[in-house]
C-alpha cells in the first residue's frame, strides 16, 4: 500500500508500508482484549483529538483515535521500553525509550491519507541515543529542545550532541550527580517552556533508599525555587499545569487531583485536593478542555504492597484497572473509559494529538521506517 501523493503531479512520497494499521476489530487476540464505554469515540471526535499511551511493560505505542467509519481506531507501534511523551502541538511529539529521545513529525498534509487511512503519520525524525537512564517524563523547552527525568541520575537533563546527557536541574537534597536512583524522580510538568514541578517518590539521598518511603514519602518540587511545594504522597507521578492550576496523580491512593495553595505568613504552601478515585495505580495525565485523561495500571504486588491503594480497592469493591479514564472537570466524574485486559498490565503516560483522528507512528528501525522517504520540492522545481 502507498501513501497517496497530495496532488496528481506531487511525487513528494515514496512511501511503502507493510500491514502497519491494526483496528479494534483485528487488534484483540487470546492475549489482550480492549473494551470501551460507549460515548469514548464520539468524544474524542467533539474534541477533535485522538490519544498517545505508552506502555513500557509490553514494549507498545498505542494511537487511540477515530477509524474512518466512525469507530474504534486502535494502532499499535513496537517501541523499547516507551515511557513519557510530550506533543509540541505543531505535528510533533517525543518519546523517551529504554536508550533513546525520539522525536516524531507528522509527513502527511492536511488532506493527504496513508494508506487510505491515516490522517496523520508520525516518522521518526530525530533519534538521541542517551543509553539506558531509565529516563520518565519528557518535555520540550522554548528553545524546541527534550528535557527528560533522568530517574537514574536522580535530576532533570537535556540531550547533548557529544554526551549521554547534560544535567540542568537536580532536587537541593541529593548532593552528587550520581548514578544512583536514590528519589525516583519521575515527573516533570512544563510551562510556557520552562520546568516548573518535577515529582519524586521520596526525598531519599541514599541509593534505592525511595522504596522505603512509597506510602507517605511523596514530594512535588518547584523547580525554580528548589523548594518542596506538597509532601506527604504516596509515589507521585505525572504533575501537570492546566489553566493556571497545579495537578499531580497521587499514584499510591489511585487519586488525581490538584495543588491547591494556602497563604502561611509570606510563603505559600499546597495541599493536595483528591478529585477523584480512580481503580488503579495513575500514571500519565493530559487535558482537552474540560476534560483529564488519566491512565491506570495493575500494581505490580510483588513490588508495591501496603499501599493505600490496596485499602481504597476492597473499600470500593473493585479490581485495579489498566487503560484510561476521562474525567469531566466540572462534574469530578468518570464520564468514558478504555480498558485492557490481559497481558498488557501497565502503562506509563499518555498525550492528547491536536487535529487529527486515525494516526499512526512508524517505528525507528522497522521495515516500514526503511522504506519511507519523503521530501520538499525544490524552490525550483
Known amino acids: 500500500m502507498e501513501v497517496p501523493p ?26 489482550v482484549e480492549y473494551t470501551m464505554s460507549a460515548g469514548l ?6 474534541l477533535g483529538v485522538s490519544l498517545l499511551v505508552s506502555s513500557y511493560q509490553s514494549g507498545i505505542l498505542y494511537s487511540i483515535g477515530r477509524n474512518p467509519n466512525g469507530g474504534l481506531h486502535l494502532h499499535k507501534t513496537s517501541l523499547n ?16 525509550t529504554g536508550h533513546q529521545i525520539v522525536r516524531f513529525e507528522n509527513i502527511l498534509e492536511g488532506n493527504e491519507r496513508a494508506n487510505g487511512i491515516f490522517d496523520a503519520c508520525f516518522a521518526p525524525r530525530t533519534i538521541h541515543v542517551t543509553g539506558s537512564l531509565d529516563a520518565h517524563d519528557v518535555g520540550i523547552d522554548s528553545t524546541d529542545r527534550p528535557i527528560f527525568v533522568n530517574t537514574r541520575f536522580n535530576c532533570l537533563a537535556a540531550v547533548d550532541a557529544r554526551h549521554s546527557f547534560v544535567e540542568i536541574w537536580r532536587p537541593r537534597f541529593i548532593d552528587a550527580l550520581i548514578d544512583e536512583d536514590r528519589c525516583h524522580l519521575n515527573g516533570l510538568a512544563m510551562d510556557s517552556g520552562r520546568p516548573a514541578l518535577a ?8 541509593i534505592d533508599g525511595w522504596r522505603d518511603r512509597r506510602s507517605r514519602g511523596g514530594v512535588v ?7 518542596i ?35 502561611v505568613g509570606i510563603s505559600t504552601e499546597f495541599r493536595f485536593q483528591p478529585l477523584l478515585f480512580c481503580p488503579g495505580f495513575l500514571r500519565g495525565l493530559a487535558f482537552s478542555q474540560n476534560f ?8 505490580r504486588y510483588n513490588r508495591f504492597t501496603g499501599l493505600e491503594l490496596d485499602g481504597k ?69
Not at 6 to 31: F, K
Not at 41 to 46: A, E, M, S
Request: hydrophobic letters at 35%.
Open 41 to 46: 469515540v464520539p468524544l474524542l471526535g467533539r
Open 229 to 263: 511545594v506538597c509532601d506527604g504522597l504516596s509515589m507521585p507521578h505525572s504533575p501537570r499545569m492546566y489553566r493556571d492550576r497545579r495537578w499531580v496523580l497521587n499514584s499510591g491512593t489511585g487519586e488525581f487531583g490538584e495543588l491547591v495553595s494556602s497563604s
Open 292 to 299: 483529564a485523561f488519566v491512565g491506570l495500571s495493575k500494581p
Open 6 to 31: 497530495h496532488s496528481e503531479n506531487d511525487s513528494r512520497y515514496a512511501h511503502r508500508m507493510g500491514a502497519a494499521a491494526e483496528d479494534c476489530a483485528s487488534a484483540d487476540d487470546s492475549e
Open 81 to 96: 521500553k516507551p515511557m513519557g511523551i510530550c506533543s509540541s502541538g505543531e505535528g510533533k511529539f517525543t518519546v523517551a
Open 221 to 227: 518540587i518547584c523547580v525554580e525555587s528548589g523548594a
Open 199 to 206: 515529582t519524586s517518590i521520596s526525598r531519599s539521598n541514599t
Open 313 to 381: 480497592l476492597r473499600q470500593a469493591d473493585s479490581e485495579a484497572w489498566c487503560g484510561l479514564h476521562v474525567i469531566d472537570l466540572d462534574k469530578g466524574s468518570c464520564t468514558e473509559w478504555f480498558r485492557i485486559d490481559g497481558s498488557v498490565t501497565e502503562l506509563y503516560d499518555l498525550e492528547i494529538l491536536q487535529g487529527c483522528s486515525t494516526p499512526m507512528v512508524v517505528a525507528p528501525g522497522s521495515e516500514e521506517a526503511s522504506g519511507l522517504v519523503t521530501f520538499e520540492k525544490s524552490i525550483s522545481a
